[in-house]
DNA sequence: CGTCCACAGGAATGACGGGCGG
DNA sequence: CCGCCCGTCATTCCTGTGGACG
């Protein structure tokens, strides 16, 4: 075979490829489609809660929960969207702000983006909390508007950095003379309300929104609104459409994994040069989503963090299916010892332990053994050979997962 | 029924790299 | 340049505790 045949052979592929999608971007869970099936109840709602602002009036401030995928973030955006340009018609002064509490990640920063959203200039760190929260409160009054606060993924910062920023927040309006605020919560978590203020929470939650998961029937229906946009004619089978509402329904109602679905096993379709998308590849697809997830979590946690989950390869290799945090401390000291790395101290491995359990990467659970003291029981929860495919990369991991350990032979009869 | 193990996990503190305003 | 503050990571010190064993 010459080399143009070759070169034939890949451009007709490519061509065969592009038999599966349409707009691909039509399947991203970011994107903001212009209808959002199910969710007339809360855009009305939330709308008829906004609405009061075009007269110039503060609106109330709103609670909003419901789990991931439920359509919080995307109504909240969809609603404000359609007031912006409705405020400019009215040439009411209003303005909006969105902030990601989990991506933003600390008051200050918050405090931060809130200013520059008002064309505040505040360096990114240098200083104290206080001055950024007194440049953006005379900011925000001077420019005498009516600024609506979207705080998504409230609940991220609450559990790390207590409800300080929602206290000051929910206090602002009784300091502005010339502007007003309005706050829009989102919290994936419905516990939330436990970690709250009564004072904060009784504040926020003026109005509040609940968003239920959506089933298998609405699901369906979500992916159906985009289909047209995303694939081509008679790319997917009404089969495979199902089997993605079916598997995200079951899971927790998740339209975002519903569409992700949906569009990985088109991907795999489309690699595999077929013409239709079917059930297998979306099955396929759960197993490719799931595996990334995983491989991703490993790549992006730090050394320690690593070589703890190292120490629990080697016990799982050793039988020890649940480890306890001893057990752990001593392997992971040895790694250490290997990599000419001083270990960090048993009380940090500790906390780098629930955060790897937070991550899903492993599992703890603290139980205790009576007599023989309180521990946690932490097991893997990703298989061996994962573990060594990402590790094998790195030159200094890859030489620890393959090497054997002098303290692990102790264990290795103990078993359980 | 008390003891006592092997830790859990909170609080205080510090080192460090970044960046401020004066 | 200084003194100050930030967030992050880590250490040190600490008090708390479920339940098998004696």
Request: charged letters at 25%.
């Amino acid at each position: 075979m010459n080399n143009s045949n070759i070169l034939d052979e890949v451009f007709e592929e490519f061509v065969g490829n592009t038999q599966i999608f349409n707009d691909r971007e039509v399947l991203r869970h970011d994107y903001l489609p212009d209808r959002l099936p199910h969710r007339e109840e809360q855009i009305k709602c939330l709308g008829q809660t906004v609405a009061p602002v075009l007269k110039g009036a503060r609106c109330s401030n709103v609670f909003i929960y419901g789990k991931t995928g439920t359509g919080k973030t995307a109504v909240t955006k969809y609603v404000l969207n359609h007031l912006e340009t409705k405020t400019k018609e009215f040439d009411s002064p209003v303005k909006v702000c969105y902030v990601n509490c989990r991506l933003i990640g600390t008051e200050y920063r918050v405090f931060a983006r809130l200013c520059q959203s008002l064309g505040v200039f505040v360096p990114f760190t240098g200083l104290s909390v206080g001055e950024v929260s007194d440049r953006f409160r005379t900011g925000l009054d001077s420019s005498k508007i009516l600024f609506i606060i979207v705080l998504d993924e409230i609940d991220a910062l609450i559990k790390t950095r207590g409800d300080n920023l929602l206290y000051e927040l929910t206090r602002i309006n009784g300091t502005l003379y010339n502007s007003k605020v309005s706050l829009v919560g989102i919290s994936n978590d419905l516990r939330l309300k436990e970690f709250l203020d009564p004072r904060v929470l009784s504040s926020l939650s003026e109005e509040e929104i609940v968003f239920r998961p959506y089933d298998a029937g609405e699901l369906k229906n979500i992916l159906f609104e985009r289909v047209h946009s995303a694939f081509r004619d008679g790319a997917l089978s009404n089969g495979a459409l199902s089997l993605c509402a079916a598997l995200a329904a079951a899971e927790h109602g998740d339209a975002r994994r519903a569409l992700d679905l949906l569009r990985v096993a088109g991907e795999v379709a489309e690699r595999r040069g077929a013409k239709v998308v079917v059930e297998e590849h979306v099955r396929e697809a759960e197993k490719h989503i799931e595996h990334n997830r995983v491989a991703d979590a490993l790549k992006n946690i730090t050394l320690h963090s690593k070589l703890v989950i190292v120490s629990l390869f080697h016990l799982s290799r050793a039988n020890v299916r649940r480890a306890i945090t001893g057990e752990i401390y001593e392997i992971y000291s040895e790694l250490c010892g290997e990599l000419g790395v001083t270990p960090l101290t048993q009380r940090r491995v500790s906390t780098l332990v629930n955060e790897l359990d937070a991550v899903g990467l492993l599992n703890a659970q603290v139980i205790s053994m009576g007599r023989y003291g309180r521990t946690k029981k932490i097991s893997l929860e990703v298989t061996r050979t994962l573990i060594r495919e990402v590790f094998a990369d790195d030159n200094r991991l890859g030489r620890l997962v393959r090497c054997k350990l002098k303290s692990l032979s102790r264990h290795a009869r103990g078993g359980s």
